[in-house]
């Protein structure tokens, strides 16, 4: 049984679907105007800074932090009602401050930053006045079991010195961004979880390379982008580090519990927009003397869409709940439930539109093309769907033997 939102919860769902409906959806084709007009596309679309401004002048900023002197004070359970909502559009996130992996460097520092470290860099991530990345993922080695992760962070006096060769670094494109969270081994002989640490990197320090962007089924993603980038021999104080050597995993935990909240909602808000568009298209196009809203093959597609959604968005409120009962480890079994179904829903409704649109449903001009890419990207970020199978038969193994 769903729990109701609180009124707090209630008015700011009601107040972020009629932003939407009056700036955000109206603009996605200015902000791609604007994008593709510019000398460069990694050049911030004025539009974006426009609509923050707004966004932030209605008090729908930072609602995903639940602490309520930085942000909207809302529960897990609540702020995925509102994820969802920013989920249907790929350019909302960031306008309401929500983006990764913003939101989760942020919550990072929240949690695990000293006051030095808060000071030097959670104000401007706040205030969206700067971007951030986060660097864990490697090209060279299977980076789905972290444990395998081979980037270097040595002491060297009162500096760390850190050597890594990362990719799928988001934001790392973006003019605006300038510190990095970056994990590797500080000490190759702990045990298996204690080898990894995390660090915080200024990404003007010499030594940082940025060598390429890497695209998505053939989109930029721009001016967010993401990168490979290369760590050289980089030097950085001890005070950057997070938490203490040793401790990267106890922080990956704390970061990716929440974040896997936030994915999956905006995956399902991606689907609910998909339907959507599903439906108008059938009922404005005829095929073989008949609309296709009034087919069965197209009712069907229609009801087994609307099925789907509502058993993920179930699953995934569920999963938020336990993390604000019991916390991110207790709701171990069911984030890695979500984050296997809701992907796939997304897919699968999606495709389903794209079906019904045709030759318009891979184009650029409708926004279901560029979902679906974002929604199969999904099923790899945050660890692929084979890890959380294994995961959950595990733990279901060892709940009922």
């Known amino acids: 049984m769903l729990k109701e939102l609180s009124e707090k919860g209630k008015m700011l769902r009601k107040e972020l679907i009629e932003f939407m409906d009056e700036e955000v959806y109206p603009n996605e084709e200015v902000y791609e105007e604007q994008l593709n007009a510019q000398e460069s596309r990694w050049m911030i679309p004025p539009i974006v800074e426009e609509l923050k401004a707004k966004a932030k002048s209605k008090g729908l900023w930072n609602l995903f932090i639940p602490d309520a002197e930085l942000g909207a004070g809302l529960t897990n ?23 990764a992996p913003d939101t989760g460097n942020m919550e990072v520092l929240i ?35 972290a444990k395998n992760i081979e980037g270097s962070i040595v002491r060297d006096g009162d500096e760390y010195v850190i050597n890594a060769k990362k990719w799928w670094s988001s934001g790392a494109m973006d003019p605006r961004c300038k510190i990095a969270i970056v ?84 995956a399902i808000g991606a689907a609910e927009r998909a339907l ?30 609307r099925v789907e959604i509502e058993q993920a968005r179930l699953l995934t409120l569920h999963a938020a709940n336990k993390i604000d009962q019991e916390g991110a480890k207790a709701a171990r079994k069911e984030i890695a439930m979500i984050k296997i179904a809701a992907p796939r829903v997304s897919l699968n409704v999606i ?11 891979v184009s650029d001009d409708l926004p279901l093309a560029a979902h679906w890419a ?28």
């Not at 196009?285 to 009034?294: I, Q, W, Y």
């Not at 974002?374 to 199978?389: C, E, W, Y």
Request: charged share 25%.
């Open 276 to 305: 959507e568009l599903l439906v108008t298209r059938a009922n404005n196009r005829e095929a073989f003397n008949s609309k296709l809203v009034d087919k069965d093959t197209i009712r069907e597609q229609i009801a087994e869409s």
């Open 374 to 401: 974002n929604a199969r990207t999904l099923r790899i970020v945050d660890g692929p769907d084979k890890v959380h199978l294994r995961d959950i038969a595990k733990l279901e193994i060892r709940e009922q033997l």
């Open 351 to 361: 495709d389903r539109a794209i079906e019904v649109y045709g030759g318009a449903g």
């Open 77 to 99: 359970y609540e702020y995925a009602f509102l994820c969802e909502i920013m989920g249907r559009s790929l350019i909302a996130p960031e306008i309401f401050n929500c983006n």
């Open 183 to 266: 994990m590797g081994k500080t000490d190759p002989n702990a045990e298996g979880y204690k080898q990894q640490s995390m660090i915080l990197v200024p990404f003007d320090t010499p030594g940082v390379e940025v060598k390429r962007f890497v695209p998505v089924f053939g989109y930029d993603h721009a001016p967010h982008g993401h990168a490979e980038v290369h760590y050289n021999n980089v030097r950085v104080p001890v005070s950057n580090m997070l938490l203490g050597e040793g401790r990267g995993f106890e922080i990956a935990q704390g970061r990716l519990g929440p974040g896997r909240i936030h994915h999956c909602m905006r």
């Open 111 to 145: 949690k695990y930053g000293t006051e030095e470290q808060k000071n030097k860099w959670l104000g401007s991530l706040l205030e969206g006045e700067i971007r951030s990345v986060f660097s864990m993922t490697e090209p060279d080695v299977a980076s789905s079991d």
